[in-house]
């Protein structure tokens, strides 16, 4: 049958094979849903060296089994082998200290990986990170560049917003025509903070 074939490929190590059994076996299609053949057959494409195969097998630990420390270590091997969502879900483990000791320099290191790589939630969470001095030195500029590079992927007000405020809050004179050019953005996309911000601009400009 389709699916012995598919076992025999994997048991000869085709780790292709391995992914599709677990995709099949995990969503019902084909075969009967079973989660527990889908994490059997994602771990062996785990062992094999499938990246994407240990960051799923890794969260389908975390959500079956609550075994946080078990779904670190997959989540930090696919991680290490360069899979963005990986790096930014252990960014998140070492930021919670689930499974693993709370690391806030490794969390913004990871963070920073993933976001670097295009993952929309870990760029938002760096430009915190370098706002607030967590995991690694307060940066202006670095914050502000992230925060913009956020909301060209989300159309997200609140980051212009909190770009906005950085320069106001740092003093940052030369980007002030950038700073009310943002306000104005925010406010005009209805970001009711960023409406009183503006007032206060203007207000004070008088």
């Given at each position: 049958?389709?699916?012995?074939?598919?076992?025999?490929?994997?048991?000869?190590?085709?780790?292709?094979?391995?992914?599709?059994?677990?995709?099949?076996?995990?969503?019902?299609?084909?075969?009967?849903?079973?989660?527990?053949?889908?994490?059997?057959?994602?771990?062996?494409?785990?062992?094999?060296?499938?990246?994407?195969?240990?960051?799923?097998?890794?969260?389908?630990?975390?959500?079956?089994?609550?075994?946080?420390?078990?779904?670190?270590?997959?989540?930090?091997?696919?991680?290490?082998?360069?899979?963005?969502?990986?790096?930014?879900?252990?960014?998140?483990?070492?930021?919670?200290?689930?499974?693993?000791?709370?690391?806030?320099?490794?969390?913004?290191?990871?963070?920073?990986?993933?976001?670097?790589?295009?993952?929309?939630?870990?760029?938002?969470?760096?430009?915190?990170?370098?706002?607030?001095?967590?995991?690694?030195?307060?940066?202006?500029?670095?914050?502000?560049?992230?925060?913009?590079?956020?909301?060209?992927?989300?159309?997200?007000?609140?980051?212009?917003?909190?770009?906005?405020?950085?320069?106001?809050?740092?003093q940052r004179l030369s980007e002030m025509t950038a700073t009310i050019g943002l306000l104005e953005k925010a406010a005009g996309m209805g970001y009711a903070p960023a409406k009183f911000q503006l007032g206060l601009v203007y207000r004070d400009a008088i």
């Amino acid at each position: 049958s389709y699916i012995n074939g598919l076992k025999a490929m994997g048991e000869r190590g085709v780790v292709e094979a391995n992914l599709l059994l677990a995709l099949l076996f995990y969503q019902g299609q084909v075969v009967d849903q079973n989660i527990s053949l889908a994490m059997q057959f994602y771990r062996q494409a785990a062992v094999q060296g499938s990246q994407a195969a240990q960051y799923r097998y890794a969260r389908l630990i975390q959500s079956t089994q609550k075994d946080n420390s078990e779904a670190a270590k997959w989540f930090l091997i696919a991680a290490n082998g360069g899979h963005a969502e990986a790096q930014w879900a252990i960014s998140q483990v070492y930021h919670t200290g689930e499974g693993v000791a709370r690391d806030e320099v490794a969390a913004f290191n990871w963070g920073l990986a993933a976001a670097k790589q295009g993952v929309i939630p870990a760029r938002l969470a760096v430009a915190f990170y370098y706002r607030d001095g967590v995991g690694v030195k307060v940066d202006i500029a670095e914050s502000y560049k992230w925060f913009l590079q956020y909301f060209e992927q989300t159309e997200d007000a609140s980051a212009i917003y909190h770009a906005a405020k950085l320069n106001i809050d740092h003093q940052r004179l030369s980007e002030m025509t950038a700073t009310i050019g943002l306000l104005e953005k925010a406010a005009g996309m209805g970001y009711a903070p960023a409406k009183f911000q503006l007032g206060l601009v203007y207000r004070d400009a008088i």
